[in-house]
């Protein structure tokens, strides 16, 4: 029970600096200056998030011996939804 304890703390502290460091990345302070809605600003995290997702399914895809071509079709996948969201994001699409 003691051994369970620091593994949950550290766990949940690196998601919350994943969050914290996505937030600032998209753009956390431009609401704030600007006096808008953080509606984009989620948004941004979430497809950074997505993202990340993919590029852990490809490091997946390596370290696999089994579903390798799975892990990296879900990944490329993935990742290039995500920067399909981002050229929306930007107007680009």
Do not use: C, W
């Not at 998601?15 to 006096?35: R, W």
């Not at 998030?49 to 997946?60: E, I, M, N």
């Amino acid at each position: 029970m003691l051994n369970d304890s620091p593994s949950v703390v550290v766990l949940s502290l690196k998601y919350i600096y994943l969050v914290v460091f996505f937030a600032l990345l998209a753009g956390f302070f431009h609401p704030i200056i600007t006096n808008t809605t953080f509606d984009l600003v989620v948004v941004g995290v979430l497809v950074l998030f997505l993202g990340l997702a993919g590029g852990v399914l490809l490091y997946r895809a390596s370290t696999s011996e089994k579903r390798t071509k799975m892990f990296l079709g879900a990944g490329f996948a993935l990742i290039t939804i995500s920067l399909y969201f981002i050229f929306q994001l930007t107007g680009r699409v």
